[in-house]
């Protein structure tokens, strides 16, 4: 069996992190065949003595501050390496995965060699839980990711297991070894957001394949901790965009893009920035 390193950057998300932990205590993937990487940002919520208290086995890398996600997820991917890893599973802190998810991507990446990015379909902790994503379509004129829709756009024969996609949501990618020694790490000017989009880009680039698998399945809570700062997400989604479609689009698509950007994307962020600013004023003086 492949050997798997889990990869889990925490900054304040104790409660959330908890939850992922305890839910790959139930994996049926063998226990000597995985192995969990903490990498904690710096947490003041007491996070890494919970860790250590409740989760013993988890190797914790501390930093003392933030570092950012992308750079806090490399330094486990580069651990991970070091320590013999076939694959790395790169998972959000926010998410519940099931009993047999990881069992159901490995099988898939040892069907083929050359898929090299395996993704679940991720769900909502809405009851009833609601499909999130089953990965993107890019649209390189626009900068636009569309979410492709199970029975639609993928997945429309139900004998299909798994599905090539333009890109996955990034919150529990299983990623070939060989993909990052052949291609690098997360390119780390992203910070946050858009990092799994040109990962998987370049990944594809270079000849491998990045699947939906379909009876892989995980919860997701949505940015629980970017929820609290709302405002910097926004800006880290714009710039970021910028960043991907300047590193990974074709000239021709730029001519496009760019005034698409500066004449759709930046007024509708805008937009949405103002909406929810009135929104919060208006929950602070009706309470």
Not at 220 to 240: D, E, G, P, Q, V
């Amino acid at each position: 069996m492949p050997f798997v390193f889990i990869v889990i950057v925490n900054w304040n998300g104790k409660v959330d992190l908890l939850e992922c932990l305890a839910s790959l205590k139930s994996s049926d993937y063998p226990k000597d065949r995985y192995s969990i990487v903490v990498v904690d940002n710096g947490s003041s919520d007491g996070s890494q003595a919970a860790i250590a208290r409740e989760h013993p086995d988890a190797t914790l890398l501390k930093n003392t501050k933030n570092i950012g996600y992308v750079m806090a997820a490399n330094q486990g991917i580069v651990y991970a390496l070091d320590s013999g890893a076939d694959y790395v599973w790169v998972l959000n802190n926010d998410v519940s995965v099931n009993k047999d998810t990881l069992s159901r991507l490995v099988a898939i990446g040892e069907k083929d060699g050359k898929v090299g990015v395996i993704a679940p379909v991720i769900y909502s902790f809405q009851e009833p839980p609601r499909i999130e994503n089953a990965g993107y379509k890019i649209n390189f004129w626009t900068g636009q990711l569309k979410k492709l829709k199970i029975g639609r756009d993928i997945f429309a024969d139900p004998a299909d297991r798994s599905a090539d996609v333009d890109s996955i949501l990034g919150c529990a990618d299983l990623i070939r070894a060989l993909v990052f020694k052949k291609i690098g790490y997360l390119r780390e000017a992203y910070e946050l957001y858009f990092e799994e989009t040109d990962f998987n880009v370049r990944a594809r680039k270079a000849g491998y394949r990045v699947v939906v698998v379909k009876d892989a399945c995980v919860k997701h809570r949505n940015a629980s901790t970017m929820n609290r700062l709302i405002f910097r997400r926004a800006y880290l989604l714009l710039r970021n965009l910028f960043i991907f479609e300047v590193l990974n689009a074709e000239r021709r698509h730029l001519f496009v893009f760019i005034p698409y950007y500066f004449f759709i994307h930046i007024p509708w962020f805008l937009l949405r920035g103002c909406v929810y600013g009135i929104q919060v004023k208006l929950k602070c003086r009706f309470k």
